[in-house]
């Protein structure tokens, strides 16, 4: 059923979270090896909030290295198979919640970030733009990011607790999103707000739900499979 339904739509889009990067060995957030359930100095919701990264910039980024950043992730099978069906025309956008790049190394080109990427980051003061090799190298003794240029802190361009999303990145999804004819949501919990929000502009024909656990859009989907992404889609593409 899946199968035929991607074989007779022309317009796919994707909407994803953590769970898709899961198989390429980045934790997710609320799973029970997830980054929320794990034991830090602050629980990992503040640690990741902008007035936290304001008044604490030492721990936020020593927290952001060390969990955040997983240089040496590859692209799984779901995000292969992704790339697979944008290439055969099919899958016309990918909108995901996560910030690691892997679809986009996959060979995905048209991917919204809702969140942003750990890839970009700018400097608060002169807006010059790092790379995260870069960021890491220009740490001081703090392990604080620092503009060689300026001396300003550099931030990494997600988007953390109590910020706003991109409104450009937004309209984008939407539209993206009221115009397919098949969404397929995998890896996410749909707890995010006010990304989760964006799925309730589909008005296509079928919705396909993939996620190991059970969500809130569970009874609006026209199938769900509880099973790996990385299987369902490497199987099926």
Known sequence: MFKQWIEESQNIVFFGGAGVSTESNIPDFRSDNGLYKKQYKYPAEIMLSHSFYQANPQDFFEFYFNQMIYEDAKPNQAHLALAKLEEMGKLKAVITQNIDG???????????????????????????FYNLKEIIQYRDKQGIPRCPKCGSIIKPDVVLYEEGLDNTTVYRAVDAISKADLLIIGGTSLAVYPAAGLIEYFRGKHL??????????????????????????????
């Open 208 to 237: 396909v739900l993939i996620n190991k656990d059970v969500t809130p859009m569970d009874k609006k989907a026209d199938l769900v499979i509880h099973d790996s992404i990385g299987k369902v889609l490497g199987d099926i593409i």
């Open 102 to 128: 892997l679809h986009q190394k996959a060979g995905s080109k048209v991917v919204y970030e809702l969140h942003g990427s750990v890839l970009r980051n700018y400097c608060t003061k002169c807006h010059h």
